[in-house]
């Protein structure tokens, strides 16, 4: 256990080398065997320091020369601006376009880039079953008792206790479950907002919640995320000025497409700025539980002095999305939230519910996401790579430091939406840039998902767009003509 | 084989006498040698056939003397005349009632009268719990995977499979699967209706409906359910000349809590009528399943040509509340209703309707419906009985079909809500008539379920019931002095 400690410190220190260009692409690092005198490690430790970087991308071992550091995407890269836009309150309509990127899925052959989950080969499966039937024999009814409106207090109680790594004291008593996160923020928008209503969200974000807002008749008000800041906290203030917001609902950490991570410290001047207007924020923290750095980020709900953040959260994208088990933990809205649970789902699922709080209970669910987290680290970075060689040059990758997917900016005369229909022609699907806003200003973006470890197939995928792309105006010009 | 078939047969017969008069109670039956002569059948069918109707309260052994027909609790029963009202539109306002009904459920000691289940014992666990293993098994991710939109194809299959039942010929392509009945009634509600629209309903009903309704901001309009003939066709034909109807939803078969039957031929009486009019029907149809008859009685889906009804089920009632499984078949409101779930749930819980499609595919589900329909026909006598005994002359009690409820009609005198109150103090917890309609209407009645066995103790606590119906009036003097 030392030396697992022990290895990942001194890859670590070498990786914040290599991010701060202390260490330069070509570089040539020290021997295995030095290394070992030099940290006073055993040779077996300083080897596994190697393959670590190696796995990562950061280094490669040339044959009979050692190891070098590698060239590094990185210097395509910058960072992307913020879009200038007019604070418009705008009824969403993108349902159609969403409709049409996922009807296609079905096709077994399919690569599926636009999918934004871990793959299944990442989950633990048989662990997971054996929660399942572990929890099915302790209970007398076979868990087919309607389980209490509140949430089962097991899995209740888990919650409870992981709330601490997100900077939170939460009692089970504050937390309700729902089936699936989507629930959660559909509760906690129905319990905050009247159709009508308008609600500041992520601008990229999350198909998902155009429909939400669709189906609740709910205006959007879109406000940048900045890939590496995260969301533009200044424009929010700005535009709250003039304009009447209901609720706010953001993805501070990992933001869905960009994956972009708010600090803590503006999370908590977030949390202040709403303080002040007593403006609800329904925090959805889906993906903080998916970082690649040393902690995990503070969601905003801990610097929530007032009930005023509603968090939401769910095991779908960390366990089993099959399973429907989410949660909220509603503040000062709990009654509000438990009514409209009451009246729309009478109670969330009980075997999946209990399962899950025996895959807590039984510490398999730490276990899982510290290899589900250096599993997506590394394939963050192969895939980070491999769009790097195969787009043309200035395309623009994100960074991210948690989740799945790549945000990547294209040539400003690419229509994503038609890039889409071509990768389709070829079995690729890829989530167009044009699902992520109400007004089509990321048309020129794509979403790629690293949910699933880099295979050949894959790879010869992302070449294959990477070559759509460099040929896009040719090909467009083709299929207009004649 | 051949000796079961013919135990009940000849049982049916003795019970058949015994509901037309042509027995009466009193009347001594022949030894079981003699009907083992006169039936030709052995000795232990002719005992099995007065096991059978002692069981189910209908005759008596006295000792010494033989097999004698029971007092027939049918005696003191009447049918219930229809309500006579005006055709309102009420939002709905029940809410309040409700919630103070059910907020007591947690007391372990209590008598849970209210509770409108069949109890857990006569529930399937091992063989549920062998079909979620089974199932989980033989998915390779362990059934964490997100189901497709429309359902577990397996589960949509057996469903379709069983439609023959009800008189329909279902594929599974028209079957869209549900977090329980209650997603299904909403899904259906918001494809049909905008808010302020109106549906008529049954009257009295489900209060779970008033809860929807709300939820939906949509104004109902109670239609009269007798609880021989059912729904009141003729009365909604007349309301239908004034009222704008936008949808209608109802319980044709075994609606809670009269228990009410409409006959086949009404059935096909009432889709003819709105027909006409072009009125979607949502047919809530989670009872049909539990009939005491012959034959599963047939469903308003049998007589739709036009797509026009929307049928509506669940396993929550037969099998596993706690599972969440239900479904809808929408007709050529297919669309609507998917949309709906796109935009809420995403897809329903994968392992829960995987386990429900193992469970029916291997045949346990006909097996465990006929043991079931069985115990709860009997505990119904059981229970009729022992409530005819403890209450006073002048209650009426209702004769239903099939379910597991009884609506008894109490002195006009009495406030089933105190009465509710009354007897919560004895730990005994009942449905005050109240909370089945918007208007107080059924402020005489209260529901008692018959889900579990009559034990010693439910046989104590009717007593007691009966005996607060009995003193009511000085109770209620005792409780206003100061």
Known sequence: MEDQFLYEQIAARFEQQVSEGVLSPGDKLPSVRMLSREQGVSLSTAY???VELENKGLIEARTRSGYFVRKRYQETRQSLPCQVMLPDTTPVNVDEMIATVFRHIPNEHMIRLSQALPSAELMPVAKLNKSMMESLRKSTSGNGHYEVLQGN??????????S??????IVPDDIV????????????????TKPGDTVAIDSPTYFGIFNVMLSLDLKVLEIPVHPTDGLD???????METTAIKACLFVPSFNNPTGALLSDTRKQQLVELLRTREIPLIEDDIYGDLYFGRKRPLSCKAFDTEGLVLLCSSVSKSLAPGYRVGWCIPGRFKEEVLRMKRMHTVSSATPTQAAVANFFETGRYDLHLRKLRKMLHMQCLHYTEATANSFPPGTII???QGGYVLWIELDAGIDAFSLFRMAMEKDISIAPGQVFSTDGRFSNFIRISFGAPLTTEIRNSIQILGDLVRDYNTMALIQKSP
């Open 233 to 239: 906290i200044g424009y929010l203030e700005q535009v």
């Open 398 to 400: 994100t960074a991210p």
């Open 48 to 50: 596994k320091v190697y």
């Open 177 to 192: 479950t729902t089936h699936g996160c989507m629930e959660a923020l559909i509760f906690c928008l129905r319990a905050l």
């Open 153 to 162: 207090i097991a899995l209740r109680r888990q919650i409870a206790k992981h």
């Open 164 to 169: 601490i790594n997100w900077g939170c004291a």
